[in-house]
Antibody, heavy 116, light 109 residues
Framework: EVQLVESGGGLVQPGGSLRLSCAAS????????MTWVRQAPGKGLEWVAN????????YYVDSVKGRFTISRDNANNSLYLQMNSLRAEDTAVYYC?????????WGQGTLVTVSS | DIQMTQSPSSLSASVGDRVTITCRAS??????LAWYQQKPGKVPKLLIY???TLQSGVPSRFSGSGSGTDFTLTISSLQPEDVATYYC???????????FGPGTKVDIK
């Protein structure tokens, strides 16, 4: 069974940093692009970033470029999102998802709250 | 940038009704479109990809159609467990970017 489990969310002050993790199991992690998608409270879905199978290509939504970094560790079946210079508008549930251009498997999400 | 719109933004229908949701792209995206279902408080779930291909395990009352700029998601007979927000998503510019529609909330009348 495919499983994606996010962790690392929490309350952080504006300007602070947080690192999200996503542990994958049940599939060959190194064979797939992976993605982060976020959802602000009461709002819709927003794609944040994705990363190629070997980590050589990465893409970001404009609003997080230069602040967020996506990475992966194929040896440990793990996906990461390093978030720096956090803003109130980054407050959201962050989901990791398996990326086949569409997103066919999703984790349960981890909540990031940016507030003083 | 290609924008995605959905209509209606919300709807209320009776159990057994046929429900249709429309998604429109501001430019043609061929059939690079997916539909997701998000039940209240739950994780999004892929329903349809390539505009009309049903994801494994999804009930056959769900169907998708369209190509180019206009797409539809149809629920042939609405069930109580279909109460959810439905999102379309374009992926014609993958892997450089993905855009979701604003969502359509479906309730039972």
């Amino acid at each position: 069974e495919v499983q994606l489990v996010e962790s690392g969310g929490g309350l952080v002050q504006p300007g602070g940093s947080l690192r999200l993790s996503c542990a994958a199991s049940g599939f060959t992690f190194s064979s797939y692009w992976m993605t982060w998608v976020r959802q602000a409270p009461g709002k819709g879905l927003e794609w944040v970033a994705n990363i190629k199978q070997d980590g050589s290509d990465k893409y970001y939504v404009d609003s997080v470029k230069g602040r967020f970094t996506i990475s992966r560790d194929n040896a440990n079946n793990s996906l990461y999102l390093q978030m720096n210079s956090l803003r109130a508008e980054d407050t959201a549930v962050y989901y990791c998802a398996r990326n086949r251009d569409y997103f066919d498997c999703w984790g349960q999400g981890t909540l990031v709250t940016v507030s003083s | 940038d290609i924008q995605m719109t959905q209509s209606p933004s919300s709807l209320s229908a009776s159990v057994g009704d046929r429900v249709t949701i429309t998604c429109r792209a501001s430019q043609g995206i061929s059939n690079y479109l997916a539909w997701y279902q998000q039940k209240p408080g739950k994780v999004p779930k892929l329903l349809i990809y390539a505009a009309s291909t049903l994801q494994s395990g999804v009930p056959s009352r769900f169907s998708g159609s369209g190509s180019g700029t206009d797409f539809t998601l149809t629920i042939s007979s609405l069930q109580p467990e279909d109460v959810a927000t439905y999102y379309c998503q374009k992926y014609n510019s993958a892997p450089r970017g993905f855009t979701f529609g604003p969502g359509t909330k479906v309730d039972i009348k």
